[in-house]
């Protein structure tokens, strides 16, 4: 594990997904828990939130970088494991952050009515967890960006500085590249913002496939507008 996303969703991370991905870096995003549920990548989340203890090169092998939930919140304990890699904080203005978060939580609570289908009761199993160790439980809007807030100032006060990139999507390729010490690509940087529409067509997607009981892992991206 080179790099740690210790930014929360909803602040790009699908955009740095695909950035870090690029640069060469394998990046394990909630997608790839979503990818993994079978292999139980979900439940051992959960175990994590409740403190079970975790080994996470095994968890993560085959992974070069972090980005999104639920890695964002262990940060701590993923420098601890891999005490050489660098942390990025992906980082939004709370407004903008609590809207497009907001959105996704409107149509994730959605979920709780297909948890007869084991796929999406492992998943939200994950996503009430995340909810209540970060937020509280209670999804307004004040304790929201409260939690965003704090969570990004531990961060930048808890992270050794010459480790430590805030780093918002939009500056794009070089701050990103310069920290990494990699050469700026000659392609424009990706801004992935398909947003909830396109998280709605996936959770159709996902119904259609569980309910004809095919069991495979699909690619459900919860992407950053």
């Not at 989340?45 to 964002?72: H, M, R």
């Not at 050489?84 to 497009?100: G, H, M, N, P």
């Amino acid at each position: 594990m080179m790099i740690i996303g210790a930014g929360f969703g909803r602040t790009g991370t699908t955009s740095l997904k695909e950035a870090l991905e690029h640069l060469g870096y394998h990046c394990y995003h909630m997608e790839e828990v979503v990818k993994n549920i079978q292999r139980g990548h979900a439940e051992t989340w959960i175990g994590a939130i409740d403190g079970a203890k975790v080994d996470w090169d095994s968890l993560l092998d085959g992974y070069e970088a972090t980005v999104d939930f639920p890695g964002c919140i262990f940060y701590r304990q993923l420098m601890d494991a891999f005490p050489d890699a660098r942390v990025i904080l992906s980082v939004r203005e709370s407004e903008a952050w609590w809207k497009s978060f907001h959105a996704l939580t409107r149509v994730a609570e959605r979920i709780r009515y297909l948890t007869f289908l084991p796929f999406f009761r492992s998943f939200y199993r994950l996503y009430r967890k995340i909810g209540e160790t970060t937020f509280g439980g209670t999804l307004n809007k004040s304790r929201c960006i409260e939690a965003f807030e704090r969570h990004n100032a531990e961060v930048i006060q808890g992270v050794p500085k010459d480790r430590l990139l805030v780093y918002s999507v939009h500056e794009g390729w070089a701050p990103l590249c310069n920290f990494l010490d990699l050469p700026i690509p000659d392609v424009p940087f990706p801004h992935s913002n398909a947003g909830v529409g396109e998280l709605k067509r996936k959770m159709r997607w996902v119904l259609r496939d569980q309910l004809f009981h095919r069991w495979r892992a699909p690619k459900f991206v919860l992407n950053d507008d």
